[in-house]
């Protein structure tokens, strides 16, 4: 008989096939404003923000959820600093799909929110991670040609700020993503309403990864860059 082995291994296999690499027609369906997190591998606290794009022209995925079998559209996400500063990524992206530079007017304030359902070419490079995981990333963002067929998304358009919590209770009634949530839980924002809901003392000095050097950023109004896309 032979000796029974088994293998234990710290790598968690995922059945999930990442999105495959290319430019894959998508809408922006989610904006999440995390909040002021810290960053342990630069040293900074800086606003946050994630953008998640559904790809409706890719095959839905199913997965069991409580004993059911739920079809769920194939979906892409971006975490960003909440900076629109002329180095910044997120201003990078917003011009490159937008298809030109922001004026210094436009610079002025940005609604984020309205381009909710607004349409693009989205980029997807992977990334093999040493352990050898692959993820697909988004490396741009593109304007989809006018006079072409749009996509249209099936997800709920979701706008989230952390400053819209009153308490920290109302994060479990917000309906977010769990992980989305646990990124929110660490924000500088949201210490503050459980310090506040714990009856903390009013003027609590934060801890020093708390102290913000946070970029430029201006709310964008984006009446202007939406009706670029048509």
């Known amino acids: 008989m032979k000796t029974p082995s088994l293998l234990v291994s710290s790598k968690t296999e995922s059945t999930i096939e990442p999105v495959p690499e290319g430019l894959h027609h998508g809408v922006l369906t989610s904006i999440y404003d995390l909040g002021t997190l810290f960053s342990e591998k630069f040293d900074i606290a800086q606003r946050k923000l994630v953008m998640t794009f559904e790809l409706p022209d890719l095959a839905p995925l199913y997965v069991e959820r409580d004993g059911k079998r739920v079809q769920l559209p194939r979906v892409v996400s971006l975490r ?46 992977h990334e093999v991670k040493t352990d050898g995981k692959t993820f697909a ?22 706008l989230f700020s952390v400053d819209q919590l009153e308490a920290p209770s109302d994060l479990e009634q917000a309906g977010l993503p769990p992980w989305i949530a646990e990124l929110v839980k660490t924000s500088r924002e949201f210490e503050r309403l459980v310090a506040r809901a714990t009856k903390q003392a009013p003027g609590t000095v ?18 202007q860059f939406v009706a670029t896309f048509g």
């Open 80 to 125: 960003l600093t909440r900076s629109l500063n002329e180095k910044a990524k997120l201003r990078a992206l917003l011009e490159s799909w937008r298809g030109k530079r922001f004026t210094a007017s436009e610079m002025q304030s940005l609604d984020l929110g309205k381009l909710l359902g607004t349409p693009a070419w989205v980029q997807i490079l």
């Open 137 to 158: 990333n988004i490396s741009n963002l593109l304007p989809i040609p006018k006079g072409t067929p749009k996509p249209v998304a099936s997800s709920a358009l979701v």
């Open 206 to 223: 934060l801890p020093p990864q708390w102290v913000s050097r946070s970029p430029h950023w201006g709310v964008v109004n984006l009446e």
